[in-house]
C-alpha cells in the first residue's frame, strides 16, 4: 500500500508485518512482538483513533528491527510514521540518561498524539513486569508521565501509568533519573 492513510490499512495486516519485521531480526519474533499488540490493544481500549492505534502498533520497529522509515512511510503513510519517529530514541545518544532525556523532549515536542502513545507503551511494559524494573528505568518513566501531564494534562492512559508506578513504590536512595 503507498501512501496509505490509517484508515485504509487492516490491522491485521500492520500485526503481519510486524510479526515478520521481528522474525526477521531473531527466532523469538513472536514473544517480541506481544509488546506493540499491547500497546496498540491500550490505544485501542481507551478509544484512540486508527491511526494512534497502529502507531502504537508500529512505535518500536524502527528501534528493534530493519524496518526503515521510508518502508513505514510507503506501507502506512507519512503521518502514522511521523509518529512512529517522534517515539524512536537516538542510538547516537550513547549516555541512558541523555538518550532517554532527548526522547522525552522529542515525544513532548511531536504532540499529544506522541505523547499518548508514549503513555499507552510505558503502562503496557509495567504491566508484563513481574519483577521491580531498574530505577533508571522507572525514573524515565516517571518523567515521561510528569512532562505529558505537565504540558497536556491527566487522561485515562496517564492516571494508567500512575497506577503501574504506583506497583513499584519509589527507594529511598534512588539514582538519578
Known amino acids: 500500500m503507498t501512501d ?9 495486516d500492520a500485526r503481519a508485518f510486524v510479526q515478520d519485521a521481528y522474525r526477521r531480526r531473531s527466532s523469538d519474533g513472536e514473544q517480541a512482538a506481544q509488546h506493540p499488540q499491547a500497546v496498540a490493544r491500550l490505544l485501542s481500549e481507551d478509544g484512540q483513533p486508527p491511526r494512534l492505534v497502529l502507531a502504537g502498533l508500529l512505535h518500536d520497529l524502527l528501534e528493534d528491527t530493519e524496518v526503515g522509515p521510508e518502508e513505514l512511510r510507503a506501507r502506512f503513510g507519512p503521518e502514522v510514521t511521523g509518529l512512529v519517529q517522534a517515539l524512536t530514541q537516538d542510538p547516537a545518544i550513547s549516555d541512558y540518561y541523555e538518550r532517554k532525556a532527548a526522547l ?4 513532548l515536542d511531536a504532540g499529544r498524539d506522541a505523547a499518548t502513545v508514549a503513555l499507552a507503551d510505558k503502562s503496557a511494559k509495567l ?51
Open 4 to 12: 496509505a492513510t490509517p484508515s485504509e490499512v487492516d490491522l491485521d
Open 127 to 177: 504491566a508484563a513486569e513481574s519483577s521491580r524494573p531498574k530505577e533508571r528505568r522507572l525514573g524515565h518513566y516517571q518523567a515521561t508521565l510528569e512532562g505529558i501531564e505537565k504540558r497536556y494534562g491527566r487522561s485515562r492512559l496517564s492516571e494508567r501509568l500512575h497506577q503501574e508506578l504506583q506497583r513499584f513504590p519509589a527507594e529511598k536512595d534512588a539514582s538519578r533519573n
Open 104 to 107: 522525552r523532549r522529542q515525544v
